[in-house]
């Protein structure tokens, strides 16, 4: 006669069972995964001797409260507009068209270097008009004609391919920087789970 | 015939297909153009404006504009982007960006996506928060109105699709919002969590609650940090093209740690199949496909919300064993020895037919094959059977008998196009509900007809157009009288019956009794509503029936089963779409189970064990000797342990001990078995009564595939690795069987399909990689993987491929003592799958619906002074049950209605007898009456004020966008353009 019955006696392994059992583990995964255990122990030295550890141990343990700190301390008004002109000016760097301006540095260059050397130097109106009738200052002046012409033309409007090319361009840039925002508040979030957990308790309510 | 028609595009010229919107005709010609509030399961809603285009100089929404000959359309003018514009610009005043931090940031967000396709940097209009707050109180899904753009796609799917008319959107509000109800909170309303709003939502104000705060690399954080960073990127950003990337990329990451799988629903025989979204072993959501074949984005609460029990603590992760008064947990190998020893042990003495094997209509195609091959190779026994025996055997017996094939006769979507749905003895709107949305859907936009005959007024009957409640277990009176009438009226379909159907004159004879006169005295229906019944299949262009439990839970269930595919021959309902017999399917693979040969006379395939040549084939593939004598079914295992003749049996998947009838004498049977192996995913109470208990793996953690209602085969991948030590049944059963010298390698299902595909003509042409991903076949398969949605076009599987009139008598309900006054209906509840061992495991259906419940109508409870709370017990002669009442007008007089939601002293099975139908030996569960002794007058009400039946729906057409058009701040954008003024929607 079989009865129903409900009591189940759970299989509970000795302390030492389980012990033996957990070890194989680790052992099986330390073999199995020897060469990048390694180069993890070397990378983990290289940051304990610049006391990195420390600081990481401190993010983490406190990872709310510093990302919340962090977070508080940057959601300004100046600190946005530091982000937002910083994100400006990176997109306006990227305009600028680094080989054309080598010559031009160098011509600036050259005119610091008589600027310095002016200061020392008195100067009569008959030196100053032979300098301005010296074939470099010639050169200079229509250079900087033709800068200040070029400023004046109205940029043509980049066609359409070109300016989706830009587009992307300026995204690839972004791209890096959010990957790495997300990694950062990656961190973070994984200590702050727990928290995050009651959280949502407290909203599924 | 499509007819096509010239446009013009752009300035060139196309042709296409004339029956499209504008939009569908530009999609096609793969011009994109934004459609916030467009989705394809739901059709033009009209809200967003942002597809406007120019069509012949007008502007006007391409989504709801049908293309018309020499249309000139223009998508491209900078006006046309500028009216887009101003759509998208009242969006964003509707919705904050923050996707970076937003758990809907899975690339298929449309207010993000759309941002990006119109290139918007900036919005004229800034984002404004809405004076209300966002409403967390239902278990499963949460509304932000500061995110919800006001498409109304929820609406639209909760009136029109799912048609439960909980959602509408408030338009006469200063900030319109969607509101539940009479604008109640979630929880309180008739919202029965069937998850279509989250569904459709096209971004995260409608958010199923498994996703919230869990989706996202960034979304975890504490709210008013979380506040901080969208404030701080909302100043920093230069414009939205610089903040796009970053939720771009923070959304690819995400791929790598939530894994999406396909998997197929097992809380009922409709096959919903969809994606389970997981990180870990948490469960973010299930996501329904457009592409699933039978429920497209459907899906009810148990689908959508109720999988809890996959990670339950109760999960059986060890065998156990037997010792004493308790069980012991044990390995795999100490657990297997025993069984070879006890199997070997009974074979050797008592013979092969002293066992006995139960599959299960829960578990795959696959798992249901090799039990049968276990009992009838391994062992040597035709003694299996599945738990269609307790449900669906009649209904195939009676198709059996007249069309020759035992399913569906068509597909879903005949039922969806279908000019009448007569639904008999079936609660389709709890049992099937994704298929009973369909019919909703119909009746309530397309004009289908809808005819309900029920003890009980369910929700179809409360829709029909026509209710009957004719007297218990009286169906085949009445349709036979119906039949009767359409014949000596002339109307009977004479070239269908001439060209396609034998055995007429003989049947027509065998209708003489069923006047007119005779129905309305057994039956209780009146003459009038009978002949309305016959005047409408008359009068309508295609009849599909639905019928379930109510018609083959009687003496007489495959006779009534039969007479509902003769009443469809007469009238030439069969072989044409939107026509034929739905006996629809109570579990997840019902069907399957009958086509692997978990049945005692028959082979997978349904080839007959008593058949030389199938034997024959069978010995040869599986190479050993066949017994040739049919098995016991259930039923007869049941008395033939009592008899002392069964000594051993093997359960997997199945509560036996609840859900067969005659409860206390099925557990005093299990009691005297020397040896019951059970194998399931908990201790359920057959497993109680057990020797060995094995652990399984539900299907999250196994592949393999299932066959649904309209025989449509279908393949689940694994979501989850199997818990613990349990493993998936097919594995289980393998190893059983190996011990037992079978030597059998399989290893993986896709091997066992294969082998049985080769030896069932059904579904020779089944492959898994015909069936891969959300691809399904409907049997028969042709072996070059022809499948048949619709059966019987040209022929029916007899030899000279007519269908056969088969005559059938009425068999008189159970009589009880007159001391046995009530009449006990009984059945399911939406929420819950029987008896409730998985379902009561998801905290939030537990919390809406804790416990069974008695529906008493207000008549019985005015007589003998019952209210909500009451605690009765109902005895019938063979036993008794204690459950509290609930007094409802769903049930009138006598009659009260038993769900079978309890797995304790409200187990409806206490009291039902081991009377059967007498074909098949199904049980007459629909056929007890008790009495009933009040045992508290008063207690608390078994439901609970947040169950949806106290809700109060909205029933209307729609969002209504007709009532936005209205609004004084509303400007068609287009007039906008011309009138400059500046207004939002």
Known sequence: MAKAITKIHHLELSEEEQRRRDLEELETMLVEHKEVIKDFLHMLDKIQ??????????????????????????????????????????????????????????????????????????????????????????KAMAFLLSFLSGMGIEKPKLPAAAAEKEQKSRKNWLLAAGLSLAGAALLSTQFSKKESAQYEMMHHQ | MTEYVGIKVNGQNMSIPGDVSVMQALKEQAIDIPSVCYHPSLGAIETCDTCLVEVNGEFVRSCSTPIQDGDEINTASGEVKRVQNIAMDRILHNHDLYCTVCDYNNGRCEVHNTVKQMKIEHQSEPFEEKPYEKDFSNPFYRYDPDQCILCGRCVEACQDLQVTETLSIDWSLERPRVVWDDDRPINESSCVSCGHCSTVCPCNAM???????????????????????????????TGFSSIMPISDAEAAMRQTRIKKTKTVCTYCGVGCSFDVWTKDRHILKVEPQVEAPANGISTCVK?????????????????????????????????????????KEAKDTYGPDSMAFITSSKCTNEESYLMQKLARGIIGTNNVDNCSRYCQTPATVGLFRTV????????????????????????????????????????????????????????MADRSDLFIQPKAGTDLVWLSAVTKYIVDQGWADEEFLQKRVNGIDEYIASLEPYTMEYAEQVTGISKQDLITIAETIHNTKSTCILWAMGVTQHLGGSDTSTAISNLLLITGNYGKPGAGSYPLRGHNNVQGASDFGSMPDRFPGYQHVTDDAVRAKYEKTWGTKLPAEPGLNNHEMV?????????????????????????????????????????????????????????????????????????????????????????????????VANRLGAGWEYSHPGEIMAEAASLMPLYSGVTYERLEGYNSLQWPVAEDGTDSPLL??????????????????????????????????????????????????????????????????????????????????????????????????????????????????????????????????????????????????????????????????????????????????????????????????
């Not at chain 2, 005949?414 to 298929?435: F, Y």
Request: net charge negative; glycine share 10%.
């Open chain 2, 404 to 459: 020759g094939y035992g399913g569906d006769s068509g597909s879903i979507t005949d039922i969806e196009q279908a000019g009448l749905v007569m639904i008999v003895g079936a609660n389709s709107a709890e049992s099937h509900p994704v298929l009973a949305t369909r019919v909703k859907r119909s009746h309530k936009l397309f004009g289908q007809k809808l005819i309900v005959a029920d003890l009980r007024k369910n929700e």
């Open chain 2, 792 to 985: 019987f076009k040209s022929m029916f599987p007899f030899p000279d491929g007519k269908a056969r009139l088969y005559p059938v008598e009425w068999t008189k309900p159970l009589q009880y003592e007159e001391e046995y006054d009530l009449h006990v209906n009984n059945g399911r509840l939406l929420e819950h799958f029987h008896e409730g061992n998985m379902t009561y495991k998801s905290a939030g259906i537990s919390s809406k619906t804790p416990e069974v419940f008695l529906e008493v109508s207000p008549e019985l409870a005015a007589e003998r002074g019952l209210e909500d709370g009451t605690l009765v017990r109902l005895t019938s002669p063979y036993g008794s049950v204690k459950v509290k009442c609930l007094v409802t007008d769903r049930v009138k007089g006598k009659e009260v209605y038993l769900p079978m939601n309890s797995q304790g002293e409200g187990a409806i099975n206490y009291l039902t007898s081991s009377e059967a139908d007498k074909d098949t030996d199904t049980p007459a569960y629909k056929e007890i009456s008790a009495k009933m002794e009040i045992l508290s007058g008063k207690g608390e009400s078994p439901l609970p004020r947040i169950n949806h039946r106290n809700g109060n729906p909205q029933p209307q057409i729609g969002v209504q966008v007709e009532k936005k058009w209205a609004r004084p701040d509303y400007v068609f954008p287009g007039d906008l353009l011309t009138k400059g003024v500046s207004k939002r929607g």
């Open chain 2, 303 to 343: 689908g959508k919300f109720g999988w809890d029990f996959v990670n339950s603590e109760e999960r059986l992760t060890k065998p156990l064993i037997r010792e004493g008064d308790a069980f012991r947990e044990a390995e795999w190998d100490e657990a297997l020895s025993l069984i070879e020893t006890k199997f």
């Open chain 1, 49 to 138: 001797s610049r006391s990195g550890l420390d600081v990481v141990t401190g993010l983490f343990d406190k990872g709310d409260e510093v990302l919340d700190v962090l977070v508080k301390a940057t959601d300004k008004p100046e600190v946005a507009k530091i982000i937002k002109n910083t994100l400006l000016m990176l997109g306006a760097l990227g305009k600028v068209n680094i080989e054309d301006m080598n010559p031009f540095i160098e011509k600036i260059n050259g005119g610091l270097h008589g600027a310095v050397q002016s200061e020392n130097k008195e100067a009569s109106y008959g030196s100053m008009l032979r300098t301005l009738a010296a074939p470099e200052t010639k």
């Open chain 2, 207 to 237: 958010m199923e609650k498994g996703m919230v705060g869990e989706a996202g690399f960034l979304t975890g954080i504490k709210q008013d940090t979380l506040q901080s960073m969208i404030e701080l990127t909302k100043n920093a950003e």
């Open chain 2, 639 to 735: 008395s033939g342990i009592h008899a002392g003749d069964v000594k051993v049996m093997y359960l997997k998947g199945e509560d036996m001990g609840l859900v067969d009838s005659n409860l206390n004498y099925v557990h005093s049977a299990f009691e005297k078995l020397d040896f019951f192996v059970v194998q399931d995913i908990f201790l359920s109470k057959t497993a109680q009564f057990a020797d060995v208990v094995l652990p399984a793996s539900p299907s999250f953690e196994k592949e393999g595939t299932f066959t649904n209602t309209e025989r449509r085969i279908q393949r689940l991948y694994q979501v989850f690795e199997p818990m613990g030590d349990s493993k998936p049944d097919w594995q289980i059963i393998m190893e």
